[in-house]
């Protein structure tokens, strides 16, 4: 069965180590996926039977944007395992401008990170960006829920992100909630987004969720709306494949989430075409 991975995160060569040093130290966490650099990554997926991998980056400030995306641009010229989002920050002067180039140069969407970007999620620099990008037909992935590096102040509850979907209207799923909708927030994901047009995907937080939890907001949600997803380096997709295949889910289920959703929102055609 077909896998694609629709959240990792790989750097340049040569900052790729001491990105992932500084952001291990950062949230006190260890790599346990690889080391963040795009060959890597290319042995991991094969290894793990990923077909494609989904590169979601981050710009901190809004002037890192350009550097960042003149390297998913070389990314997705590459070929290969691994494709790549684009990269903005909601502080930007003229997000319009900086989207339409990014829809323009072929990426499928972009990722924000609320957190990082010290911005929360349904502030309206944030609508603006995702309204426009919703209008240019590209997608968006957000960080959900705690990020272990900044615990006490959480950008993006499953509260907020609802409060964002509700300004969206229709076209409210474009948006994808990483860690299946909110990072230790599971709960409130349940009260406040399950149901909603948004798609989770399943990165990083999968084994702490309980598996009776796990298949119920899957299965009230819809498996339509799942995503694989590993948060390569700091998990192994084929980690994240053994507690998927421990969940008492139909064959549909499973070929959905790990690659049928994502060919859909990729326009790809299906596997074998």
């Given at each position: 069965?077909?896998?694609?991975?629709f959240?990792?995160?790989?750097?340049?060569?040569?900052?790729?180590?001491?990105?992932?040093?500084?952001?291990?130290?950062?949230?006190?966490?260890?790599p346990?996926?690889?080391?963040?650099t795009?060959?890597?990554?290319?042995?991991?997926?094969?290894?793990?039977?990923?077909?494609?991998?989904?590169?979601?980056?981050?710009?901190?400030?809004?002037?890192?944007?350009?550097?960042?995306?003149?390297?998913?641009?070389?990314?997705?010229?590459?070929?290969?395992?691994?494709?790549?989002?684009?990269?903005?920050?909601?502080?930007?002067?003229?997000?319009?401008?900086?989207?339409?180039?990014?829809?323009?140069?072929?990426?499928k969407?972009?990722?924000?990170?609320?957190?990082?970007?010290?911005?929360?999620?349904?502030?309206?620099?944030?609508?603006?960006?995702?309204?426009?990008?919703?209008?240019?037909?590209?997608?968006v992935?957000?960080?959900?829920?705690?990020?272990?590096?900044?615990?006490?102040?959480?950008?993006?509850?499953?509260?907020?992100?609802?409060?964002?979907?509700?300004?969206?209207?229709?076209?409210?799923?474009?948006?994808?909630?990483?860690?299946?909708?909110?990072?230790?927030l599971?709960?409130?994901?349940?009260?406040?987004?399950?149901?909603?047009?948004?798609?989770?995907?399943?990165?990083?937080?999968?084994?702490?969720?309980?598996?009776?939890?796990?298949?119920?907001?899957?299965?009230?949600?819809?498996?339509?709306?799942?995503?694989?997803?590993?948060?390569?380096?700091?998990?192994?997709?084929?980690?994240?494949?053994?507690?998927?295949?421990?969940?008492?889910?139909?064959?549909?289920?499973?070929?959905?989430?790990?690659?049928?959703?994502?060919r859909?929102?990729?326009?790809?055609?299906?596997?074998?075409?």
């Amino acid at each position: 069965m077909e896998t694609i991975d629709f959240h990792t995160h790989v750097y340049p060569d040569r900052i790729a180590e001491a990105t992932v040093r500084h952001l291990a130290a950062a949230g006190g966490v260890s790599p346990e996926g690889g080391t963040g650099t795009v060959d890597d990554l290319e042995k991991v997926a094969e290894r793990a039977g990923v077909s494609l991998a989904v590169n979601l980056p981050v710009a901190t400030r809004p002037e890192q944007a350009a550097s960042i995306n003149r390297f998913a641009r070389e990314l997705n010229r590459r070929g290969g395992r691994v494709m790549s989002f684009g990269a903005i920050h909601p502080a930007t002067e003229e997000p319009e401008r900086e989207l339409e180039e990014l829809a323009e140069a072929g990426f499928k969407g972009i990722k924000l990170h609320p957190d990082y970007q010290g911005v929360y999620v349904d502030d309206p620099r944030v609508i603006r960006v995702v309204r426009e990008a919703k209008r240019l037909g590209l997608h968006v992935v957000f960080h959900g829920g705690v990020d272990i590096a900044f615990p006490d102040d959480v950008h993006a509850t499953p509260t907020r992100v609802a409060r964002l979907l509700s300004s969206l209207g229709e076209g409210a799923g474009r948006v994808i909630v990483a860690h299946i909708g909110g990072y230790r927030l599971w709960d409130e994901v349940e009260a406040e987004l399950v149901g909603s047009e948004a798609l989770f995907d399943l990165s990083y937080g999968i084994a702490e969720v309980p598996t009776e939890q796990l298949t119920r907001i899957i299965r009230r949600h819809g498996a339509d709306k799942i995503l694989f997803g590993s948060d390569y380096p700091w998990r192994d997709p084929a980690d994240v494949d053994r507690v998927l295949f421990r969940l008492p889910l139909s064959e549909e289920e499973f070929s959905l989430i790990r690659s049928g959703n994502a060919r859909r929102l990729l326009g790809l055609p299906e596997a074998g075409e």
